[in-house]
């Protein structure tokens, strides 16, 4: 691995919206059998990487994230997606970690995907773009260490999507992962989470304007199929109970039920203002992508069917977390990850938080959730010789 001079990678972290063309030399092979490159990974950086380039964290944003961790976005001008968890004093605390966030492979804040221009045809990629894994993701992330010039990271985490992501990285790169926090995710994708991906995915294909996925390249552009897709697949972030809280069957604006198609409830509003919304930031086809990227991840199936077989061996510390009311990702999801690293004999602690917030539970304010992972994250500081800030 050649390391980037340090003076460089200090003039890359001063800029803002900072991306790199990898894969010229060494093409990325992907699982569909494709090689990619070169191609372009688009990254955040938070904090200062010390000389020793042993305090760096990746964080792997979920299905609908970016790489911008703490805000506020370019696009929408809102609060970064972990704001509550990255900060100076937070639990990745940037004056201790160096933090690290790439927009992912097949996203469109960015890196290489369907909606960037395709070098060999001059148009953008549409459904041309290989079909991508989490594996495939991995690999990308970890040429961009390799840029960096970090050999090592003292932690990976991320919360679904993300989380998968984080197994996958210790699963491929065990040598290269201090610890690693898996946050409401999975070993596999569920026959359920496949139907409801499903069910996006149609909706976008279904909407006359995505032609074939060439509609960028015609002025078009699928944002009915797409805010639909968004609105189903939010209402398996939240729980009922934080459904009816927040809205219960409150009228939006009005007094009394209009008997037509309108949006009579404040929950119907809401779901409409999320689709709305989600369009002005995100690619119709990277939704397709990274969805089929989340379908396919099986990480046993790599391993005879046998999960543990993942982890043999692997000297990584693991937190696994996971949420009450989770539905996408139940404990259950969690726990059977616990049970593979305890088969494999790996370090691994477990924290099932009581909230009722749903899945989004881990982006949102759970001091729970915050004070176990910080507790880990010293513990396991300590024991790596990163000195307090």
């Given amino acids: 691995m050649t390391a980037m001079p340090k003076s460089q ?12 063309e990898l894969g010229r030399e060494t093409p990325l092979q992907l699982d569909c059998g494709v090689s990619l490159g070169p191609f372009t990974l688009a990254y955040q950086t938070y904090g200062t990487l010390n000389e020793e380039r042993s305090n760096a964290v990746l964080l792997c944003h979920a299905l609908t994230g970016d790489q911008f961790v703490v805000g506020p976005h370019p696009v929408t001008g809102k609060p970064g997606w972990w704001e509550l968890m990255v900060g100076p004093g937070k639990t990745f605390d940037t004056d201790r970690y160096f933090v690290i966030c790439s927009n992912t492979l097949g996203g469109c804040m960015g890196t290489s995907g369907p909606k960037e221009i ?48 984080a197994l ?3 699963a491929s790169y065990p040598e290269r992962c201090f610890t690693a926090v898996p946050i409401a995710c999975a070993a596999k994708h569920s026959a359920q989470n496949i139907a409801l991906n499903e069910v996006g995915r149609q909706a976008i294909m279904a909407d006359p304007e995505w032609r074939e996925g060439r509609y960028q390249e015609l002025g078009r552009n699928p944002v009915g199929g797409l ?14 109970s934080a459904l009816h809280r927040k809205f219960g069957r409150a ?5 009394n039920v209009t008997y037509g198609f ?16 989600f369009v002005e930031r995100f690619d119709a086809n990277s939704y397709l992508y990274i969805t089929r990227a989340i379908d396919y991840f099986d990480l046993a199936a790599d391993y005879d069917g046998v ?20 539905w ?14 305890a088969a494999a004999a790996a370090n691994v602690s477990f924290v099932e938080v009581v909230s009722d917030k749903g899945h989004d539970a881990f982006l949102l304010d759970e001091p729970d959730m915050f004070e176990t992972l910080r507790g880990f994250l010293s513990g396991a500081a300590t024991k790596r010789g990163l000195s307090s800030p």
């Fill in 251 to 255: 009228l939006q604006d009005r007094s």
């Fill in 168 to 170: 996958q990285w210790v």
């Fill in 307 to 326: 999960l543990a077989n993942a982890f043999r061996g692997v000297d990584t510390r693991f937190c696994v977390i996971s949420f009450t009311s989770d």
């Fill in 118 to 165: 395709n070098p060999t045809t001059g148009r953008p990629w549409g459904l041309d773009f290989p079909v991508i894994t989490i594996r495939d993701m991995v690999k990308a992330q970890a040429m961009l260490l390799d840029h960096l010039g970090i050999e090592q990271l003292f932690c990976v985490s991320g919360g679904s999507m993300g989380g998968m992501q």
């Fill in 227 to 240: 805010a639909v897709a968004r609105m189903a697949a939010h209402i398996t972030y939240l729980s009922e």
């Fill in 9 to 20: 990678v200090a003039a890359e972290h001063a800029q803002t919206g900072l991306s790199v």
């Fill in 262 to 277: 309108d949006a009579d409830f404040q929950v119907e509003s809401y779901l409409r203002y999320q689709g709305q919304s």
């Fill in 328 to 341: 996408l990702y139940p404990t259950s999801e969690n726990r059977a990850i616990v049970r593979a690293l």
